[in-house]
């Protein structure tokens, strides 16, 4: 078993309108100093045997075109755990 | 300035059709043995000055009202960074 961990954010460059409407919301509702709030997706992929390389390379490649559009949006993929056994 | 992160994941009981449609998308793209995948929204909120207790207590309210429905949905909250001398 392995989990791997894909966070997708709008870059920075790019207009949040999700991110800034919590921003309002949040002043509205008494939680001042608010400076910037940033809205993205969290993917939590449980995938069964080991992460190797190949397979590594494989959800790089994944995390940049299936799960983020790479005009307008970063990711980050991290290794939660693996198995190093393959089990 | 401080960081806060809130993941908000529907619950692990809640069925996930995003999650579900990425895991179906995966298999045709040929990354095999996926064994589960969840969706969920990741918010990164600047805030001017630090994180204290009651600063937390308020996030914390907020978290888990306005960021994520309690009924359908877990969330967790980290502060990134915070500092301590309310800059």
């Known amino acids: 078993m392995a ?13 949040d309108p999700q991110g800034r409407a919590v921003q309002g919301a949040l002043g509205r509702i008494g939680l001042g100093g ?8 969290q993917f939590i992929i449980d995938l ?10 494989q959800l790089h490649d994944i995390a940049g075109s299936l799960l983020s559009n790479p005009v307008l949006e970063n990711y980050e ?8 056994d393959g089990a």
């Open 3 to 15: 989990r791997v961990v894909v966070v997708v954010m709008l870059k920075p460059e790019i207009l």
């Open 34 to 41: 608010v400076a910037d709030v940033r809205q993205g997706k």
């Open 48 to 57: 069964d045997g080991e992460v190797d390389d190949a397979v590594l390379a």
């Open 77 to 84: 993929l991290s290794v939660e755990f693996t198995d190093g």
